[in-house]
């Protein structure tokens, strides 16, 4: 039955819908561009290459798993249009996911795509993340980071502990929980607050300020910090108890 319905739900996608999907497909041994039989049938039943089921061994539901199929497609589509340079961007981050495109598609590609940890096609509420969005954000990672690469030490000393209090750890490379930290519209360190991205350079610029006005304040004497802090406070900042997130937030409200 699942078969039958995954079939039906494959011959109601799109021409557009259906060339994305049949280079997955074929990938898993299943080819139902030219009808169903008795290789597809099997490759169908191998629990190992999870089409229609689940790690648990539990059966997927059929138009899920088309989906699935149609919006790693549309990854793929995205990132082959992506320019060398952006690839060299891309590729880095996608590794860290347990992804490699840069020698064409292969199953581990699509079990990390499957991956819902991993977040690569999926928001965490489980809506299909737009690939072209996706994309942006891996390459405004990579740049954030080779904005931060460039950083004198004595910025980086400035910069490090903002990042910190976000959940960003850059001194000892990138990692897949500074990608997660990126990725948190509620953070801030990325996208703005209507969601758009921002200049990765402007941001690092940004941490740099806030890693300055901090060093200047701690240097301030225990008087003059009674006189700094009640004006801090009426702006939203309280550093009498260290640097916050939300010191961070007031900081960036223009």
């Known amino acids: 039955i699942a078969v039958s319905d995954f079939k039906a739900a494959y011959d109601l996608l799109s021409v557009s819908d259906k060339a994305k999907a049949d ?5 898993l041994g299943v080819n139902l561009s030219d009808g169903l039989g008795l290789v597809d049938i099997t490759a169908f039943a191998d629990p190992t290459k999870g089409i229609l089921y689940k790690a648990d061994g539990s059966l997927r539901n059929p138009a899920d798993a088309v989906a699935f199929f149609v919006q790693a497609g549309s990854f793929i589509t995205v990132y082959n249009a992506l ?14 996911l347990g992804v490699n495109l840069s020698d064409g598609i292969q199953q581990s590609d699509l079990d990390a795509f499957a991956d819902p ?3 690569i096609l999926y928001n965490a509420d489980g809506t299909a993340r737009n690939a072209a969005d996706a994309m942006s954000f891996f390459i405004a990672v990579s740049d954030f980071k080779a904005a931060y690469d460039g950083l004198s030490a004595a910025d980086k000393l400035k910069v490090d502990p903002m990042l910190l209090l976000l959940g960003v750890r850059l001194s000892d490379g990138l990692g897949l929980t500074d ?4 990725a948190d519209p509620t953070k801030g360190i990325l996208y703005k607050a ?3 991205l921002r200049n990765p350079a402007d941001a690092i610029n940004f941490f740099i300020q806030a890693g300055s006005f901090i ?3 701690n240097a301030l004497t225990a ?12 702006l939203g900042v309280n550093l009498s ?3 916050q997130q939300s010191d961070l937030d007031a900081f960036a409200d223009p």
């Not at 320019?83 to 860290?96: A, C, M, N, R, Y």
């Not at 990608?179 to 990126?182: E, G, P, R, V």
């Not at 008087?223 to 009426?234: E, F, G, I, N």
């Open 83 to 96: 320019t060398t340079t952006q690839k060299s961007k891309v590729d880095p981050i996608l590794l860290l």
């Open 194 to 196: 209507d969601g758009s």
């Open 241 to 243: 108890d260290g640097i």
């Open 215 to 217: 060093t200047v304040y």
């Open 117 to 119: 940890t991993k977040g």
């Open 179 to 182: 990608i997660t930290s990126f």
């Open 223 to 234: 008087a003059q910090k009674l006189k700094v802090d009640p004006v801090l406070l009426l």
């Open 23 to 27: 280079p997955m497909l074929l990938l």
